[in-house]
DNA sequence: ATAAATGATTGAAG
DNA sequence: CTTCAATCATTTAT
């Protein structure tokens, strides 16, 4: 196979060298000597190239006759000479011809993937066995939540890295074998055939393009893996964990206690935030889960409705002991609702199909109390239970894939 | 085991 | 940007 390729390489690199193009150089009257010496060349190889045809066409012994051509030419005083005219020539002829892509511009893609896997930590740094984990695990010293959950990530990451830069060596040192050979090979021509060492140059930068789009394939599929990679272990939908029960108690309190109008303002959601634990997006998810849930089956909802309405009015009533959360008291400031967002009213199940929220300006401040958005039922009902357990807040980055 | 609950993500729409 | 609606993936309850 790779003599195959070779020599479609070497095709490529052109040597149809058919004593055509040696047309050019002759150039009588100017400097006779010289001039006549690769004249006299010149004829020796055109009568040797006659006799080669005619013996090829007479099927007789043509090994032996190219033998004793390659002989007669090299050992002619002119030999180095003539070379380089024929170097020349070709030089002018055949490979100016396709010359024209000559310059390499640094493929933007490739270098895509190669600063992505730099990033990622695949390309970049080498490291030993656990050298590499370690940085990327102090990389990740934002909060001590990720020991656990990376280590399984920085295994398959190291696992990548390593098939990685074990497939990258292969490709070199095959790129480097075979370009070792080819140049061999040419060299070993060079003695019959008018090669430049440019042109040697020139075959093995064909060579190593051959073997760099290899390369980026190479790259392009680590990349595909470590994207993969990404998406399963960076994915928070994957390590969910349910809030405490405290933090549902407050989210949920503030929710009912604000039914007719569940968006709370920016200063709002930073507030319960602090309060439950968690952060702001992840308050703004829990609304965002609530209020379309809330909608989806008003039925049900309503037990928990009356639940936080009653517990809301005893903490009002009370003075609020409550765990030292006081939903009207403390977050009176942005709740300009005075007691009407659940006016206790109607006992019975009035599921008043809320309709649409025409409420403008929501976005920063659940200021207007339109109408009623959304129904509200009191009645009363068991509760659950409080476990507990939270870890810290996760980076409020949304990474997009 | 299976269903329900739940937090997070995605895409559309404003 | 926010919100809604649908959906995913997990946790919890049955």
């Known amino acids: 196979m790779d003599e195959q390729r070779m020599m479609g390489m070497l095709s490529q690199a052109g040597y149809g060298m058919q004593g055509?193009?040696?047309?050019?150089?002759?150039?009588?009257?100017?400097?006779?000597?010289r001039k006549q010496d690769i004249g006299d060349i010149l004829q020796q190889i055109m009568t040797i190239t006659d006799q080669s045809l005619d013996e090829a066409q007479a099927r007789a012994s043509y090994e032996a006759q190219m033998n004793m051509q390659k002989h007669t030419l090299n050992s002619h005083r002119m030999k180095p000479a003539l070379f380089s005219v024929l170097c020349e020539i070709k030089e002018k002829t055949v490979l100016s011809i396709r010359n024209t892509n000559e310059d390499e511009p640094p493929d933007p893609q490739l270098m895509r993937l190669d600063n992505m896997l730099i990033a990622e930590g695949v390309a970049g740094p080498e490291k030993g066995g656990g050298a590499g984990a370690a940085a990327s695990a102090s990389a990740a010293a934002s909060g001590g939540d990720n020991a656990i959950e990376h280590s399984d990530y920085r295994a398959k990451l190291a696992q990548i890295r390593q098939i990685y830069h074990t497939?990258?060596?292969?490709?070199?040192?095959?790129c480097n074998e075979f370009t070792t050979h080819v140049v061999n090979l040419l060299r070993e021509q060079s003695r019959t055939r008018p090669i430049a060492p440019k042109e040697i140059e020139r075959m093995v930068s064909i060579i190593r393009k051959k073997f760099s789009a290899i390369e980026m394939q190479l790259k392009q599929s680590t990349c595909e893996a470590v994207m993969i990679l990404?998406?399963?272990?960076?994915?928070?939908?994957?390590?969910?964990?349910?809030?405490?029960?405290?933090?549902?108690?407050?989210?949920?309190?503030?929710?009912?206690?604000?039914?007719?109008?569940?968006?709370?303002?920016?200063?709002?959601?930073?507030?319960?935030?602090?309060?439950?634990?968690?952060?702001?997006?992840?308050v703004s998810n829990w609304f965002g889960n609530k209020r379309i849930r809330y909608k989806k089956n008003i039925g049900k909802a309503q037990e928990e409705a009356n639940l936080y309405a009653a517990k809301t009015a005893a903490a009002a009533s009370q003075g609020g002991v409550h765990e030292g959360y006081m939903p009207q008291g403390q977050l009176g400031s942005y709740m300009n609702l005075n007691g009407d967002n659940y006016q206790a009213d109607s006992v019975g199940a009035n599921v008043q199909s809320q309709g649409s929220r025409d409420g403008g300006s929501r976005t920063t401040s659940p200021g207007g109390e339109d109408s009623n958005s959304f129904p509200n039922i009191h009645d009363l009902n068991s509760n659950s239970g409080d476990g507990s357990y939270h870890d810290e807040e996760p980076s409020n980055k949304r990474p997009k894939v």
């Open 20 to 33: 055509g193009p040696v047309d050019g150089v002759g150039d009588p009257g100017v400097q006779e000597g």
């Open 167 to 174: 497939e990258l060596e292969k490709y070199e040192q095959a």
């Open 230 to 282: 990404r998406s399963r272990f960076l994915d928070a939908r994957r390590k969910r964990r349910n809030f405490s029960k405290q933090a549902s108690e407050i989210l949920n309190e503030y929710f009912y206690a604000h039914l007719s109008n569940p968006y709370p303002s920016e200063e709002a959601k930073e507030e319960l935030a602090r309060k439950c634990g968690i952060t702001v997006s992840q």
